[in-house]
């Protein structure tokens, strides 16, 4: 909800600072710098302090980063902005990895698919916080109370939800004499694993799917089709919507189709809506595409951290490396579809995404859970969590 209401104000904030597009640009890159810190650094301060406390502390600093982002409007000054938001990404980007990590264990300890509904409120809180900005914005509330009343907002949630997770989750002991250096190395080395490197190819094309759509969307649906700049982000927001519905079903259709079934059909549902978007020469198929394209969207990533967490050993580090490289893409993907979009056009440079939901098909049965295993002299408990009769 934070994350959609300063979007939505972006233009108003724009204007209270008097900033040129370059300048806007780098008051922007702020974001850029305090996710990309936020992401890297989540996995390690996980496994040295459990996930409850870097929630707290992250989900503090993205409030105050939303108020400091407030407060820049009212004064008028982009270097404000840019601290605002430097602590509104870096609180973001770490408490998104974390909260995944602490997800992917509650998941696997209620022995229920609860990735997608997890990922489903993301997507309603994005859908909500739009409305409520282009509410604020219709009635002329200013940014910078309009930013506080959702600061005050997310401080009541986040009151009232962070102590009911439980502590502990995440940490990993390390042995005396171990190097940050013998930690990097381990990190790099779950990329070795097959089934790990597999899964992130998966959260690749499906993360890059999903940031695509929020960054080009709108613009692709003006230029490519026709429509006003009000009717694209109304798309935009028929996407979210989709998307959100899609999450929401996602316990249903795991439990009765399995993981890697789900995640398939998903990435080719992306890559039919994306060749409707990009290919058709009528607006009304491309809507049809535009809806197909947030239905397949919605569950590629949540499922694909569902299956990081599988089995025993260090889950954290795993669910950590998959969470990161989807947000890595998520974030760098889309300015890079603009670089290409530059040289291409917007429609070809979204080939990319289309070709990465093929490949996202083509690795889904990484996402299945792991076989039973059980040793001949024990009682025939199985090693992993039980295999739905639909993955088996």
């Known amino acids: 909800m934070s994350l959609a209401s300063w979007v939505t104000r972006t233009p108003a904030i724009r204007d209270a600072l008097a900033a040129s597009t370059g300048q806007m640009g780098l008051v922007l890159f702020g974001l850029s710098i305090g996710s990309m810190t936020g992401i890297l650094t ?3 301060l996980v496994r040295r302090l459990g996930t409850r406390p870097v929630i707290a502390v992250s989900t503090a600093l993205a409030i105050s980063g939303l108020a400091v982002l407030g407060a820049a409007t009212a004064l008028g000054l982009a270097s404000v902005a840019f601290t605002g938001l430097l602590l509104f990404g870096a609180g973001m980007g770490c408490s998104e990895v974390a909260v995944n990590i602490e997800g992917a264990e509650v998941e696997r300890q209620a022995d229920r698919p609860l990735m997608p509904l997890l990922h489903g409120t993301y997507s309603a809180g994005t859908v909500v916080g739009s409305a409520l900005g282009l509410v604020f914005a219709h009635i002329g509330t200013g940014v910078l109370w309009h930013l506080l009343v959702i600061a005050a907002a997310a401080i009541v949630i986040a009151a009232r939800s962070i102590p009911a997770i439980p502590s502990g989750f995440g940490v990993q002991r390390a042995p005396s004499g171990r190097s940050a250096t013998t930690g990097m190395r381990e990190q790099l080395a779950l990329w070795a694993d097959r089934r790990i490197a597999l899964i992130g190819c998966v959260v690749l094309g499906m993360a890059l799917a999903e940031g695509s759509a ?31 519905a899609g999450r929401f079903a996602g316990e249903a259709l795991v439990s009765r ?11 080719l549902c992306v890559t039919l809506g994306v ?53 890595l893409a998520f974030l760098v993907g889309p300015p890079m579809l603009g670089f290409l979009g530059d040289h291409f056009g917007l429609r070809h440079a979204m080939i990319v995404v289309l070709v990465l939901a093929v490949f996202a098909a083509a690795t889904a049965s990484a996402v299945r859970p792991p076989t039973r295993v059980t040793n001949p002299g024990d009682s025939g408990a199985p090693t992993h969590d039980p295999v739905p009769d639909a993955e088996r």
Do not use: C, K
């Not at 003006?222 to 959100?244: C, I, K, N, Q, R």
């Not at 189709?257 to 990435?267: E, L």
């Not at 919605?298 to 499922?303: E, K, R, S, T």
């Open 275 to 327: 060749a409707l978007v990009i290919f058709t020469a009528n607006p009304i198929v491309a809507v049809a595409g535009v809806v197909l394209w947030g239905l397949g969207a919605a569950l590629g990533f949540p499922l694909a951290i569902s299956a990081a967490g599988d089995g025993g050993g260090d889950t954290t580090s795993r669910v950590s490396a998959v969470a990161t490289a989807g947000y």
């Open 214 to 244: 929020n960054d080009w969307l709108a613009l692709l649906m003006v230029d490519a089709h026709g429509y006003s700049p009000a009717t694209g982000s109304l798309l935009y927001a028929a996407f979210a919507t989709s998307m959100t």
């Open 42 to 44: 989540a996995g390690p």
């Open 257 to 267: 189709f399995g993981r890697a079934h789900v995640v398939r059909a998903s990435a």
